[in-house]
């Protein structure tokens, strides 16, 4: 199985400021990696496919890059809705693997 | 519009059988994998398995395979998962998701199945 691994596995930030999260995958998935956001008590919602095409309706400040096994996701500038857990996934191979989670807190 | 419906909150005692259901609509059923995630309590994603309603392919996560049952009745766009035998460690919230091929993202999710297995 390919492991996830994010980093960090939670942060503290403040509204308006850069979020980076980083995603490392133990092999190549190719660019076959996508991003959710999970609030609490509600189900995952798609943020990013093929690591960098936002899904329909997700706002332009979050983006992602990355290629092979090194991934990241960025938030430009965060917003109070913005606080929550974010996961990367890779769909190369099954079975389809997730990170264990970033939390972003205020 | 898109919709991925799941059946409700369950509590169960060790031992018993259980099956939950996901259903579809705003879109064509048999076009799309459904894939089953779990969440156990305070932790995060895992990847269950996956079957196409069409052709009731199935693809298990090797830890799953054995301990649940992911089918799919295209006759009435739903997909289940399925418990012979509950344990306390099936405790959790399942849900289930769309996919367009097997390698693309969950762009649907359902909103969830608390399952707890208690005595």
């Known amino acids: 199985d390919i492991q996830m691994t994010q980093s960090p596995s939670s942060l503290s930030a403040s509204v308006g400021d850069r979020v980076i999260i980083s995603c490392r995958a133990s092999?190549?998935?190719?660019?076959?990696l996508n991003w959710y956001q999970q609030k609490p008590g509600k189900a995952p919602k798609l943020l990013m496919y093929?690591?960098?095409s936002l899904q329909s309706g997700v706002p332009l400040r979050f983006s992602g890059s990355g290629s092979g096994t090194d991934f990241t996701l960025t938030i430009s500038s965060l917003d109070p809705e913005d606080f929550a857990t974010y996961y990367c996934?890779?769909?190369?191979?099954?079975?389809?693997?997730f990170g264990q989670g970033t939390k972003v807190e205020i | 519009e898109v919709q991925l419906v799941q059946s409700g909150a369950e509590v169960k005692e060790p031992g018993e059988s259980l099956k939950i259901s996901c259903k579809g609509s705003?879109?064509?059923?048999?076009?799309?994998?459904i894939a089953w995630v779990r969440q156990m309590p305070g932790k995060g994603l895992e990847w269950m398995g996956i079957?196409?309603?069409?052709?009731?392919?199935?693809r298990y996560n090797p830890p799953f395979r054995g301990q649940v049952t992911i089918s799919g009745d295209k006759s009435i766009s739903t997909a289940y998962l399925q418990w012979r035998s509950l344990k306390a460690s099936d405790t959790g919230m399942y849900y289930c998701?769309?996919?367009?091929?097997?390698?693309?993202?969950?762009?649907?999710w359902g909103q969830g199945t608390l399952v707890t297995v208690s005595s």
């Open positions: 998701a769309r996919q367009r091929y097997g390698q693309s993202p969950a762009d649907y």
């Open positions: 996934q890779q769909s190369y191979s099954i079975p389809q693997t």
């Open positions: 705003g879109y064509t059923f048999t076009n799309y994998w």
């Open positions: 079957v196409h309603p069409g052709d009731s392919d199935t």
């Open positions: 093929a690591v960098s």
């Open positions: 092999q190549s998935v190719s660019s076959y």
